[in-house]
């Protein structure tokens, strides 16, 4: 699989017409390829949202060497014009079949969350699938003053791999550094290091299977509710933009 092959046009990323397997086989490959770093975005509804109001992400989303449909809402997007996606490529099980897949062949580097979470992030994923650990380091630093001394650190590592939870900021941050982090591959895995590492568990099967699970933890936990316009946002832009979604 080429990651600009066989593409879908959603609101003006290319999102690839890939299935989980095919996504996780071409990311390995690619961690290996001895090529110039590339990120892969794990697309959702709320950062369609955000890019449309800050250009540094947009960068970021607009280099990506594969855009693959995280959110439910990607989907329907594609589905409404009629260019079908195969399904959804959650990043938290896009992460795992990465280390399954990679097991000891892979060495990965951990980076982001609180204090102690990478850590056994890593030491689970190296108990379960006997992944190498190049490396850790929690998410709380500056990234404007210390980007460039974390980034040396990572590429000192000689990691293939790098899954970065750093809210937000987490694709800007790896497309700004990309060449310096010096990883075959940087994916943006928000809080999959936090479920690596036991410290939150995934949503209901049934969740899953409905691609509803960011409904599940909105509505759960107040401290995002704030997500909800962007939702609506995304919603209105699909509907809006009608002739935009279009196969590439």
Known sequence: MNSREDTVSVLGYRVARVSLEEAADWTLARCRAGEPPVLVVTLNPEIVVRARKDARLEAALQSSGLTVADGVGVVWAARRAGAVLPGRVPGVELAARLLELGG??????????????????????????????????HGYFDHEREGAKVAAEVRASGADLVLAGLGEAQEVFLHEHRMALGAGVLIGVGGTLDVLAGEAARTPEWTRRLGVEWLWRVGLDPARWH??????????????????VRRS
């Open 104 to 137: 000891p062949r892979l060495s990965v580097f951990y980076l982001g969350a609180k204090p102690g979470v990478a850590e056994r992030a890593a030491a689970a994923s190296s108990e379960r699938w006997g992944t190498d650990t190049a490396g850790v380091r």
């Open 227 to 244: 997500r909800f316009p962007r939702l609506l946002g995304f919603a209105r832009l699909v509907l809006s933009e009608r002739g935009r």
